[in-house]
């Protein structure tokens, strides 16, 4: 069954970092590109940034652009997002995704972890 | 930047009916990198159609996708309970993906 689970999230001050996990499991990971996505408190989605499968590319939303950093690691079939910088807008559910290839849609989506930034 | 718009906002039918789902994009977009989603409240969302028409895996056929260039529709032809959610059309253009803003469907 493939799977993606984020953990991660929590409460943490304006200013401050925290960073996202991703575990992939019931495919292969090395093979896929991956996505997070986010969705703030009542809005609709927003997509935050991709990786390509083996870490060659990385792309981002002008929103979190030099502020977020995505990665992964395929020894351990996980995908980060390294959040500094957080703003109170940051706030939202974050969920992983899987790149459906030669489409550039999702098909694999986490349940999502939540980030709330509150001083 | 490619900018979706979907409309309605709100639709508001009864199970049994037929739901039209309308997404026009600022630019044209590649149908192939037009797609389709589901979410249910607290739940992540669902693929549902991608390339525009092509139903994603276990989806039932009363789902249906169409259209080209800037206009894109969602057909749902006869609604079940469980499709009562919001849909979301998303596009992928020039290393940006970027979503609309969302249809909701509630139970008339």
């Known amino acids: 069954q493939e799977q993606l689970v984020e953990s991660g999230g929590g409460v943490v001050q304006p200013g401050r970092s925290l960073t996202l996990s991703c575990a992939a499991s019931?495919?292969?990971?090395?093979?896929?590109?991956m996505h997070w996505v986010r969705q703030a408190p009542g809005r609709g989605l927003e997509w935050v940034a991709v990786?390509?499968?083996?870490?060659?590319?990385?792309y981002y939303a002008d929103s979190v652009k030099g502020r977020f950093t995505i990665s992964r690691d395929n020894s351990k079939n996980t995908l980060y997002l390294q959040m500094n910088s957080l703003r109170v807008e940051d706030t939202a559910a974050y969920f992983c995704?899987?790149?459906?290839?030669?489409?550039?849609?999702?098909?694999?989506w986490g349940p999502g972890t939540t980030v709330t930034v509150s001083s | 930047e490619i900018v979706l718009t979907q409309s309605p906002g709100t639709l508001s039918l009864s199970p049994g009916e037929r739901a039209t789902l309308s997404c026009r994009a600022s630019?044209?977009?590649?149908?192939?990198?037009l797609i389709w989603y589901q979410q249910k409240p607290g739940q992540a969302p669902r693929l549902l159609i991608y390339g525009a028409s092509n139903r994603a895996t276990g989806i039932p056929d009363r789902f249906s996708g169409s259209g080209s260039g800037t206009d894109f529709t969602l057909t749902i032809s006869r609604l079940e309970p469980e499709d009562f959610a919001v849909y979301y059309c998303q596009q992928y253009d020039n290393l940006l993906w970027t979503f609309g803003q969302g249809t909701k469907v509630e139970i008339k």
């Open positions: 995704a899987r790149e459906l290839w030669g489409y550039y849609g999702m098909d694999v």
């Open positions: 019931g495919f292969t990971f090395s093979r896929s590109g």
């Open positions: 990786i390509w499968y083996d870490g060659s590319d990385r």
């Open positions: 630019q044209s977009v590649s149908s192939s990198y």
